[in-house]
């Protein structure tokens, strides 16, 4: 049996990113997203936050860099990496998420401010524009990102008001 590495998020962004590059030219964008946990402690629900860095190369994070900003929400599909080092002589290691795709959700205010799916080999598309896969979601169809950001399937011309995205799931 193969294994599987695969992670999906939703979350908001602890910190501004961070765009650097690597000896070789090669584009490093680095941000952390804060994921909400709800948890029963007796009878209350509690919300426990889960800090998760992530790692996003090349030309997808050169084109994301200025609209990943602290408080923004955004979904990423990516794979976990464990870094090795060793400091001091002593061994240390890093768990990230290296990102394949990201969807810019919302700014930090929770507006809905639109955005499209950012994945595949990058590209330099505006914001509310998609590629790497079908627009509103992440490359797969993830649909529980969609449903967060809306249906875009038609132009905004056509468009007569804000689409909840479930008017096609009504059997009747």
Not at 111 to 116: D, E
Not at 121 to 127: L, Q, T, Y
Request: aromatic share 8%.
């Amino acid at each position: 049996m193969a294994d599987l590495n695969h992670v999906v998020l939703l979350g908001r962004l602890t910190r501004d990113a961070e765009l650097k590059y690597t000896a070789s030219g090669q584009a490093v964008c680095k941000f952390s997203v804060a994921v909400n946990r709800r948890r029963k402690n007796g009878d209350q629900w509690e919300d426990e936050a889960n800090f998760f860095d992530i790692v996003l190369w090349g030309r997808q994070g050169e084109s994301l860099n200025q609209y990943l900003v602290k408080g923004k929400m955004i979904g990423v599909e990516g794979e976990l990496r464990q870094d090795r080092w060793q400091q001091d002589g002593q061994n240390r290691s890093k768990v990230e998420i290296v990102a394949n795709n990201i969807q810019l959700i919302s700014g930090s205010g929770g507006a809905n401010s639109g955005g499209g799916a950012y994945g595949g080999s990058g590209s330099n598309a505006a914001p509310g524009s998609s590629y790497g896969g079908s627009s509103g979601s992440f490359q797969g169809g993830h649909s529980e990102v969609s449903a967060a950001q809306g249906r875009r399937d038609a132009p905004p011309s056509q468009e007569s008001g804000p689409d909840d995205g479930f008017a096609n799931d009504i059997p009747f």
